[in-house]
């Protein structure tokens, strides 16, 4: 998911090389939404893994 992050976001910024502002504004809505979704899900992972980590006592 960070990859599609990191592609919608190169996409948004040659779009505004070529001042395409729409296409640059769109893109670089898609990239923002889908690297916080991506942080949502690495943090819920880490906290997953810690809570199967711990022995019960």
């Known amino acids: 998911m960070l990859y599609w992050a990191i592609v919608f976001f190169v996409i948004a910024v ?3 090389v ?3 502002g729409g296409i640059a504004t769109a ?5 923002q939404i889908l690297f916080i979704l991506f ?8 906290i997953v893994g810690l809570v199967r980590r711990r022995p019960v006592t």
């Open 18 to 20: 070529f001042g395409l």
């Open 27 to 31: 893109t670089a809505g898609i990239a």
């Open 39 to 46: 942080l949502v899900l690495f943090i819920l992972s880490l």
């Open 14 to 16: 040659i779009a505004a």
